[in-house]
């Protein structure tokens, strides 16, 4: 059995005999065509066969592709925006969803949400010259 692999299934019995959630990051094998698939997963087998869950993040304008034809058939401009796909999902089943991204400070928002949120947001505070806005952290 590869070293990898005995790895993973020691981390899977781990999170198990500890009842935590456990993330573990894979990377994909190169293909032509550049959206992420469970297929592309290294060690795909282990990974499905062990995982609960398996989220797929697909930011598009990274690889210069702005406008994504979408199943529903509909063309969305996806400049600053991030695919989110659930892959697998034993409990919530599979899904795709679209958020909002900024690539300099690693944030992602949902579309509908507002963009000053949580709990250090005061909307009666004004920034001060030279401060970073709240919603400038990546967090």
Known sequence: MAESTEKKIKIFNLAKELNIVVVLLSQLRR???HVPTMNRLRASG???EASDTV????IPEIEGITYLKKGDGREVDMSGKADIIVAKGRNIGTMNFTVNCN????KMWNEDE??????YHDPNR???P??????DRPF
């Open 114 to 119: 507002p963009r000053l949120v949580g709990k």
């Open 55 to 58: 989220i797929l993040l697909w």
């Open 31 to 33: 293909a032509d065509d």
């Open 126 to 128: 004004t920034t001060e």
């Open 130 to 135: 030279g401060e970073k806005n709240i919603d």
């Open 103 to 106: 690539r300099e400070i690693n």
């Open 46 to 48: 282990q990974i499905e």
